[in-house]
């Protein structure tokens, strides 16, 4: 089993629809979480960054921790067709600990 | 001006051939990273160097072989190739123990 689970998708929505995205993770020990967005055969960028428990907003991006269910999730409102990309979870021990990877979740919005 | 850059963006050749992918970064950066990315897009970590120094060095074949320079290069040499080598190996570098991690835009190995 791996230690980042995330659905690959694709998962497709119209413009406009919210999109939910989400992984799991088995180390408890986990504290900080991040999502990046990979547009193709593009480096991955830093979307959204959480430490510990709780909500994060910006602008149409929101970033959700539930520690005690070992879950993560990003909700991305009124989407549009630029946000087609892959979208990879990342969480780490400590702030100098390796990066630890999900599958990465590939969202089409289509017109 | 290119934060992350990495040369070559494309490289094929074949089985057993050593090759050398390059990273820089002028960002001013102590950590720099390898990381390899699969045909199904997971991503994951090979190496780390903290100026100049390697501090991250995961369950890699020993045919991988990072080098740093100096602080504001990390390249990596692979000897021998394989076709399981083929995939996108992507650059990284972050100031200091900041969460954020600058990629580049990814060397594109393929091995026949």
């Known amino acids: 089993q791996k230690e980042v689970e995330q659905d690959p998708g694709p998962l497709s929505v119209p413009e406009g629809a919210i999109v939910s995205l989400n992984c799991t993770y088995s180390?408890?020990?986990?504290?900080?979480f991040m999502w990046y967005r990979q547009y193709s055969r593009k480096g991955p960028e830093l979307l959204m960054y959480?430490?510990?428990?709780g909500n994060k907003e910006d602008g149409r991006f929101t970033a959700q921790v539930d520690k005690s269910s070992k879950y993560i999730s990003l909700f991305i409102r009124d989407s549009q067709p630029s946000d087609s990309a892959t979208y990879l979870c990342a969480m780490r021990l400590d702030s100098w600990g390796k990066l630890q990877f999900g599958a990465g979740t590939q969202v089409v919005v289509t017109p | 001006d290119t934060a992350v850059s990495q040369t070559p963006k494309y490289l094929v050749t074949q089985m057993g051939n050593d090759k050398s992918i390059k990273c820089e970064q002028n960002l001013g950066h102590d950590t720099m990273y390898w990381y390899k990315q699969d045909s199904k897009k997971f991503l994951k970590i090979m190496f780390s160097y903290n100026n100049k120094e390697l501090i991250i060095n995961e369950t890699v074949p020993n045919r991988f072989s990072p080098k740093s320079p100096d602080k504001a290069h990390l390249n990596l040499h692979i000897n021998s190739l394989e076709l399981g080598d083929s995939a996108v190996y992507f650059c990284?570098?972050?100031?200091?123990?900041?969460?954020?991690?600058?990629f580049g835009p990814g060397t594109r190995l393929t091995v026949t």
């Open positions: 180390n408890s020990a986990f504290q900080y």
């Open positions: 990284a570098s972050t100031p200091g123990n900041s969460y954020e991690q600058y």
């Open positions: 959480t430490y510990s428990s």
